[in-house]
């Protein structure tokens, strides 16, 4: 198993460019969600989903959309990209097994807007 | 406005010190309450977790952690750090059956030679 893989690590954009970050696993889990981490704030959580065809908002979901066609993949789509939209964004996952809130973090990526 | 506070941004100590780091919450009900480590360069990784039972849980690397739910508290510990213990340390909060959780700020760990 490969875990929970995201693409790319490294991305630069310009202010008003869309990008999607993708995030995939292999472990059949049911949750899959969105965080970004920004210093002294730590991670905060923009779209999660708890099946296939089902998302819903976070904390801080203004600026991203979702979907979850598939149980493996979770993208996250920057429509009109903002300088406060760079940040580490980090996709996690949990299966049924894992026990209550245990998550599977991806290696994150690193997204910067000029 | 609900949260998790760590109390420390910054934290350097030299090896063999002693660490704590405090966390608090200010949800009412049952909470699942976790501590994660990010090492340089890395994704975070789960250090200990508490759901019910003993206060007091041992995770790995030697950390362990209380929890002291009149204080709304979750404070990490580990009696003798090393070098690779250099890491920045999150304590979380979760309320749902899924995988929704409330990071705190996080607090940077630096250990010294």
């Known amino acids: 198993n490969a875990g929970v893989t995201q693409t790319p690590k490294f991305q630069v954009l310009k202010t008003g460019q869309s990008m999607t970050l993708q995030c995939a696993q292999d472990m059949n889990h049911e949750y899959m969600s969105w965080y970004r981490q920004d210093p002294g704030m730590g991670l905060r959580l923009i779209h999660y989903s708890v099946g296939a065809g089902i998302t819903d908002q976070g904390e801080v979901p203004n600026g991203y959309n979702v979907s979850r066609s598939t149980t493996e993949d979770f993208p996250l789509r920057l429509l009109s990209a903002a300088p406060s939209q760079t940040s580490v964004y980090f996709c996690a996952s949990r299966g049924q097994g894992s026990g209550a809130n245990v998550l599977t973090f991806g290696a994150g990526s690193r997204l910067t807007v000029l | 406005a609900q949260s998790v506070s760590q109390h420390n941004h910054h934290v350097i100590l030299s090896e063999a010190a002693s660490l704590e780091l405090g966390c608090n919450y200010s949800?009412?009900?049952?909470?699942?309450l976790f501590w994660y480590v990010q090492y340089p360069g890395q994704h975070l990784q789960l250090l200990l977790k508490y759901f019910s039972g003993d206060p007091l849980v041992k995770g790995i690397k030697g950390f362990e952690a209380e929890f002291i739910k009149s204080k709304f508290s979750f404070n990490l510990r580990k009696p003798s750090v090393q070098w690779s213990d250099t890491a920045e340390y999150f304590c979380a909060v979760g309320r749902d059956s899924w995988g929704k959780l409330q990071f705190g700020a996080g607090t940077q760990v630096v250990v010294t030679p």
């Open positions: 949800y009412g009900g049952t909470v699942n």
